[in-house]
């Protein structure tokens, strides 16, 4: 009898160079190591340096020392986004080919100043999960011949996915698996709620949406162990998934590290800075205690 052999789990760590990491990212990437591990699994490391006026050389060597000090054990080659711009642009032209993404023209100051001026009249503008205001339909309703020479004049611009568009031609509920640390089981994506979101900007060709549906495909990602502060961009990234004919990975939402005051860690702190906590001489079996491991 032939068998095949079996596809082992794949898991994988990616964070962003834009600062130095944290214990949050410690807690992320020791729970992908745990969790491949048990699973006879593998463990890559992406690179998540889309946003190339933020992240630096120098936080990318923070990344591999601070990881190497926790001793997680990743699989060479590392992907880093920045070399696969291509890539992304090529699924976000098969998207604008499909009438699904559209040129937007407004600068942030413009989308603050018609948001203030409906809410002054009209109540509550719609927020995205994060709190940003859903895009304006200016944009969405132009014809093509005013689209094409607004384009060719040169106007800066972002693409965005018309979401109802996107909706109507899913037509039917789009679900996640979830196994995380908050809700458990089959979950109800909502992508709708997030608006027009951005999927490439005149400063950066990709997004975080894009780029890591399109990484995680490629890389044959099967599970997504990232942080509870990404929980609802899962319905965008299931969303596009479907849209791109990609398969979907079961994800895992854990718990976020918080300060003394409950709130979530951000990149600047630096007393719970990794670089920090190793440069005072603590080891991997002391960070995992100070995350709950
Ligand atoms: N690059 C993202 C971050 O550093 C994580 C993305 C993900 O795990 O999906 O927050």
């Avoid at 093509?144 to 611009?157: W, Y």
């Avoid at 698996?177 to 809700?183: F, K, N, P, V």
Wanted: glycine share 6%; proline share 6%; net charge negative.
């Amino acid at each position: 009898m032939i068998t095949t052999p079996r596809q082992k789990p794949v898991f994988r760590f990616a964070p962003s160079p834009n600062g130095p990491l944290h214990l949050g990212h410690a807690l992320s990437a020791f729970l992908n190591d745990d969790m491949a591990r048990a699973a006879d699994g593998r463990l890559l490391l992406r690179i998540e340096d889309i946003d190339l006026t933020r992240c630096t050389p120098e936080f990318e060597a923070g990344i591999y020392a601070d990881l190497t000090w926790l001793e997680i054990e990743w699989e060479q080659l590392v992907r880093r986004q920045s070399e696969h711009f291509a890539e992304y642009q090529a699924a976000l032209h098969s998207l604008i080919e499909r009438g699904l993404v559209y040129p937007s023209f407004l600068t942030r100051g413009e989308v603050k100043t018609r948001v203030a001026a409906y809410e002054r009249i009209s109540g509550p503008w719609p927020r995205d999960p994060d709190g940003t205001p859903h895009y304006p339909a200016d944009d969405r309703d132009r014809s093509e011949e005013e689209r094409d020479t607004m384009l060719l004049s040169g106007l800066k611009h972002a693409w965005r996915l018309d979401m109802n568009r996107a909706m109507e031609l899913i037509g039917e509920p789009l679900f996640w698996t979830e196994t995380g640390d908050e809700r458990k089981g089959e979950i109800l994506a909502e992508p709708a709620a997030w608006g027009d979101v951005v999927l490439s900007r005149s400063d950066a060709p990709s997004s975080y949406h894009l780029s890591v549906v399109i990484d995680d495909a490629l890389q044959g990602v099967t599970h997504v162990v990232r942080g509870l502060d990404l929980f609802h961009a899962t319905s965008v990234h299931r969303l596009l998934q479907n849209l791109l004919n990609l398969p979907q990975p079961v994800y895992h939402h854990h718990r976020l590290v918080v300060d003394a005051d409950g709130r979530k860690l951000s990149k600047s702190e630096g007393d719970t800075g990794l670089a920090e906590l190793r440069a005072k001489g603590l080891s991997a079996a002391d960070i995992r205690r100070l995350v709950g491991l």
